[in-house]
């Protein structure tokens, strides 16, 4: 059969590693795929040619990523720009033209993909996005083909490496948040303006796809909560370490009767759990479905050749189903389009959870009463409580607290009561804790 012409959008990091995969290892590809696949046409602004192999297999390159699109040659697009915009106009353009799309573009797809992928199935082609959720690991693939025979219960992941990178720091080297975060950004692991990764915005875009892929509901983005670890201190870290847990930056979504949970924060887990042990950049994302109980995947979460594998294995996937009728290929999200659910996800408020607690309370008799008193008044019971004995000149104490399980919103309630005492100060520390069984 004749080659596969591809159109490639962006050479950075990823999209050379792309073209490298596909240079270094074309034999073994071709045998898979049951075709030779070539890129015919790319386009970027910038690119570095001294470090990308197989360059100059490419047929052309350009700085018009719409020509790319418009190319009659080109059967599939490979997306690798990023972003909002233009990429959604690109791939809607691609897919209007009757081409296949590949991308590894997680905030694309977590806001524009309902578009996208009534836009593919209206005109007959394939999105793939395995690369867009926790880069090498095949996570996607999993969920909605290696586990389609079960009712998938939870899925709660490591989907930020760089989060990840800086958790594991504090705790290994009891240093600071903030003296992490600027060695992660020397070493290319976190951007100049951190925000996405460590207020938990880019593992939101992973697991809002996640959530949509394990429960049959459409992508939903804005219903995801976030928070992020910028207002985790080493004492937090140390703290819970004595307690047996270790903190993780989760995305856990959730299926419960009243709904589905999406949600993103930092996260106490025990330190025998798999989860708990995933350390540095490496992501791992577990899965608990009613008939297969809990599988783990664990890997490369970013970088060039990682996050490629994961683009070329879409693409080898996309060349096989060339040839078959659109209604017989996997679907996007995993359930049929016409066959999406409408369960509502919930408001955080009413998530349960049990909750790691630390304030600063006035060193004297009473104080200790009331706080457990509002927690009480509020149906929050203490499993355990930590206080240190105060420093020389100090008149308040750190008080650290675990709590049962108990709504979101009584915490609120509870919480704002407490902070609004004379004898706490600042601002209450709390970090939701999760068992997750395997």
Request: with cysteine.
């Amino acid at each position: 059969m004749k080659p596969v012409k591809i159109g490639l959008l962006g050479l950075g990091t990823v999209g050379g590693g792309t073209v490298s995969v596909l240079a270094n290892n074309a034999a073994e590809i071709a045998r898979r795929a049951g075709r030779e696949i070539q890129i015919a046409h790319a386009a970027a602004r910038a690119y570095d040619a001294d470090a990308i192999d197989g360059l100059e297999r490419i047929g052309r390159i350009g700085d018009d990523a719409f020509a790319v699109v418009e190319d009659p040659e080109v059967e599939v697009v490979i997306e690798l720009i990023g972003g909002y915009s233009p990429a959604r106009e690109l791939v809607l353009r691609a897919i209007e033209n009757g081409k296949h799309v590949v991308t590894a573009n997680k905030a694309l797809i977590a806001l524009h993909g309902n578009e996208i992928f009534a836009a593919a199935r209206e005109h007959g082609v394939t999105v793939g996005f395995e690369a867009a959720v926790a880069g090498g690991i095949p996570i996607i693939k999993a969920v909605r083909e290696g586990l389609a025979a079960n009712h998938i219960e939870w899925v709660a992941g490591i989907i930020n490496g760089t989060g990840n990178f800086i958790l594991t720091e504090m705790r290994d080297k009891g240093r600071d948040f903030a003296d992490v975060l600027a060695e992660a950004q020397a070493l290319g692991y976190a951007e100049a303006d951190p925000t996405f990764d460590v207020e938990g915005i880019d593992a939101a875009h992973k697991l809002t796809i996640l959530g949509s892929l394990a429960f049959g509901i459409p992508l939903q983005f804005e219903r995801c909560f976030t928070e992020g670890i910028s207002k985790i201190g080493a004492l937090d870290v140390a703290y819970a370490a004595e307690l047996g847990y270790r903190i993780k930056h989760l995305g856990i979504a959730r299926r419960s009767e009243q709904g589905i949970e999406l949600r993103v924060h930092p996260t106490l887990i025990p330190e025998r759990r798999l989860l708990a042990n995933v350390d540095g950049v490496m992501n791992a994302v577990l899965v608990k479905g009613d008939a297969v109980g809990p599988t783990l995947y664990y890997g490369a979460g970013a970088g060039a050749l990682p996050t490629a594998s994961a683009v070329v294995a879409d693409l080898v996937d996309v060349v096989r189903t060339l040839t078959t009728d659109p209604s017989n290929r996997v679907p996007h999200l995993a359930f049929q389009p016409d066959e999406l659910a409408d369960t509502p996800v919930l408001e955080m408020e009413a998530v349960e959870t049990a909750y790691y607690l630390r304030l600063s309370a006035l060193d004297q008799p009473g104080v200790m009463a009331r706080i457990a008193s509002i927690l009480g008044e509020h149906g929050i019971s203490i499993e355990a409580i930590k206080q240190q004995e105060p420093g020389e000149g100090e008149t308040h104490v750190p008080l650290v607290m675990l709590t049962h399980r108990v709504l979101e919103r009584q915490m609120n309630a509870a919480l704002d009561q407490i902070e609004a005492l004379d004898s706490v100060q600042g601002e209450i520390i709390r970090i939701r804790v999760e068992m997750l069984s395997g």
